[in-house]
């Protein structure tokens, strides 16, 4: 049984900010957030004061993955767990808490090298969530939405996530080479997290999120926007096998995706079993003009 509860916040770091509020705020319709870096881009779904915060930098790369827990209680049971599994863990100070907008957090590495944290206590912003196309986020119970990580070392990272961590397994999908992307679940979305094989571990250190609204028309004025503003699309709309989310995939400034969707499944636990999908669609989902993702590009 796992004690985290969501996908609770992605830190990112960018070279270009201006072109990620362009695609974030004007053509995907975050709301605004504030944040203690004021070059820093903090993005409000929902009474959080940031879910997506992405601060400037001298490279495009995640800076760590925001995993929620109830309480202290359980974050000081996630912290021995991971400490039996033999990595090290390290609680976040005051001022990095403060930076977040969290009462605690801790901190750790997972197989891929990807930088972890596990919070408690978000500090919400009560003030209206103002989003571009009036679009609601689905967050709540089901966390901000879902990460596919790259790693190198696939069948480790699974295994850190489901038996350190205690995510559920949601289903695979084979890819050449016969290795699988693994999806995995901690709450009613079908997946928060994939672990997915990789050439390198380098940055960006992300092949996705993936951000879900209550309505088809966000998606569809989202999708007029970028195309607009001319974000290259990476996938063009369709509906999802594994998780029937209709979605698109725009690239974000610094080499990895952000898939924009709806209607995304809910688990029912008492029913369940993981599945193996042949195919990532029903329709749709074309990435034949997609450029390389900087995560699958050998270096
Ligand atoms: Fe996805």
């Not at 915060?53 to 996630?78: M, N, Y």
């Not at 042949?278 to 995560?295: F, I, K, R």
Request: proline share 5%.
């Amino acid at each position: 049984m796992t004690h985290l509860r969501g996908l609770g916040y992605l830190r990112v770091q960018a070279t270009d900010l201006p072109r990620w509020r362009e695609l974030a705020i004007d053509s995907l319709g975050f709301a605004e957030g504030t944040g203690p870096d004021p070059d820093g881009l903090y993005l409000r779904m929902d009474e959080r004061q940031a879910r997506l915060i992405v601060l400037p930098g001298d490279t495009d790369r995640v800076q760590a993955v925001g995993w929620e827990v109830r309480d202290t209680a359980d974050l000081a049971k996630v912290a021995a767990d991971v400490e039996a599994s033999g990595r090290g863990v390290k609680e976040l100070a005051v001022e990095e808490c403060a930076e977040r907008g969290v009462e605690r957090a801790i901190s750790f590495e997972d197989p891929a090298g990807t930088v972890v944290e596990v919070f408690c206590g978000p500090v919400l912003d009560h003030s209206p969530v103002v989003t571009k196309w009036a679009q609601k986020f689905h967050t709540g119970a089901e966390g901000m939405g879902h990460v596919v990580l790259p790693t190198t070392s696939p069948a480790e990272t699974t295994a850190f996530y489901t038996e350190v961590l205690g995510f559920l397994t949601r289903g695979s999908m084979k890819v050449p080479g016969d290795r699988r992307i693994q999806f995995l679940g901690i709450n009613r979305r079908h997946h928060s997290l994939a672990v997915c094989p990789a050439p390198h571990d380098e940055a960006p250190g992300m092949v996705h999120l993936m951000v879900e609204v209550d309505e088809l028309d966000a998606v569809g004025r989202a999708l007029d926007e970028v195309n607009k503003r001319e974000f290259s699309i990476s996938s063009t709309l369709g509906r999802h096998t594994n998780d029937k989310m209709i979605s698109f995939y725009v690239r974000a400034p610094g080499g990895w995706d952000i898939e924009y969707g709806w209607d995304g499944m809910l688990v029912d636990e008492s029913s369940y079993t993981a599945e193996e999908i042949t195919a990532d669609s029903y329709w749709g989902h074309d990435w034949s003009g997609s450029e390389p993702l900087a995560a699958f590009v050998p270096r």
